[in-house]
Every structure is written in structure tokens, then in C-alpha cells.
């Protein structure tokens, strides 16, 4: 599916409107609508965050596989959008500047998010 008919399609099963589905995934509303318009994608982590709301939402498995299957989260993606912040692109310095000021509560979220993706990362690296 493609990433436009996949945020479409999640928005859709939970009810909820792009400004609340930016809301709950940490994102500026500007950036859901480029995604079903096409005109950018998720960054992986992203991705990874949308899965985690998903998953806590009781979405089914088939469309959590899907979302999972988008991008995998690796320590090149943080690279990735520090070089795409460098460039001075608005689309990437919004999706930054959402992420900056979603809250003290919220950031802590990610915090443990992504301190539990690199100790998984980790652990594979280590098989």
C-alpha cells in the first residue's frame, strides 16, 4: 500500500482527523497531509512511532505488519534527518520544530522509545 493510502487507511480505522492523528504521533499537521498528498514520506523512526500508536490502539495486526514493514529504524535514519536539517529543508525544520515543542511528556515518550529500539538494535548487532 501506498504511504498516502496507508495513513489514509489508519486515520480512517481509528476515527480520528489528521490534525488528532498528528496530535497523537508527535507531528506537525502540515506533515500528515503531505503524506497522503504524496509529497513526502515518514522518516522510518516515524514510522516506528506510528506503529507503537497504532499497536496501543488496538489496530489490527495486518496494518501494523504493513506500517512495520515501511521502514525499520537504524542509526543511519537519525543521520539521515540531521543532514536533511542542514539543508535548510522548512518540510524537515517543521517536522523538528514539532517534535521541539510537543511537550516535556511526550518527549520523554520518545526518550524510552528509543532507548528500548537501540537496545534491540543492539542485542541483533551482537548475534
Known amino acids: ?13 481509528l476515527g480520528v482527523s489528521q490534525r488528532d492523528f498528528a496530535r497523537a504521533i508527535n507531528v ?8 497522503e498528498k504524496n509529497k513526502t514520506e515518514p522518516f522510518s523512526i516515524t514510522w516506528a512511532f506510528i506503529a507503537d500508536y497504532c499497536e496501543k490502539q488496538g489496530l489490527d495486526k495486518k496494518i501494523i505488519n504493513e506500517i512495520k514493514g ?23 525544520m517543521e517536522y523538528v520544530f514539532g517534535l521541539l515543542f510537543s511537550g516535556i511528556e511526550n518527549l520523554q515518550k520518545r526518550v524510552e522509545f528509543l532507548e528500548k529500539e ?7 548487532q551482537l548475534k
Not at 1 to 13: A, W
Not at 28 to 35: I, L
Open 1 to 13: 500500500m501506498e504511504t498516502s493510502e496507508l495513513i489514509k487507511t489508519i486515520r480512517t480505522r
Open 28 to 35: 506537525a499537521f502540515p506533515t500528515v497531509s503531505r503524506w
Open 70 to 92: 515501511k521502514g525499520e529504524v537504524t542509526f543511519n535514519d537519525f543521520g539521515s534527518m540531521a543532514k536533511n536539517i542542514v539543508k535548510n529543508n522548512s518540510k524537515d
Open 118 to 124: 537501540v537496545e534491540k538494535l543492539s542485542k541483533e
